[in-house]
């Protein structure tokens, strides 16, 4: 089993940062990527961005590109989510992800979510 915790999470202005950061725990050796995730009030939850474990390779939703940047530290190991230029848009729960399959869209271990809200 693996174990996924968020942390980070907070209210910030528009135009400014944070950094999340999701803790892996468990059987780390069976993920090979990882993603966050987001889900605001009334709406579907949606990609933000992945990595995966082993080579760094990222990917990202448009919406997020240039402002948003996912890394990992194999040591820890942890994933980060650097948030710059926010948004009120970005406004959401983050959830951190992670999956065993090194393609598709499915992702088998969730956390438990951290709150981002953006003030305008």
């Known amino acids: 089993q693996v174990q996924l915790a968020e942390s980070g999470g907070g209210l910030v202005q528009a135009g400014g940062s944070l950094r999340l950061s999701c803790a892996v725990s468990g059987r780390t050796f069976s993920t090979v990527r990882m993603a966050w995730f987001r889900q605001a009030s009334g709406k579907e939850r949606e990609f933000v961005a992945g990595i995966s474990w082993s080579g760094g390779s990222t990917w990202y939703a448009d919406s997020v590109k240039g402002r948003l940047t996912i890394s990992r530290d194999n040591a820890k190991p942890t994933v980060y989510l650097q948030m710059n230029s926010l948004r009120p848009e970005d406004t959401a729960v983050y959830y951190c992800?992670?999956?065993?399959?090194?393609?598709?869209?499915?992702?088998?271990?969730w956390g438990q979510g951290t709150q981002v809200t953006v003030s305008s």
């Open positions: 992800a992670g999956s065993r399959a090194s393609w598709g869209t499915k992702y088998d271990y």
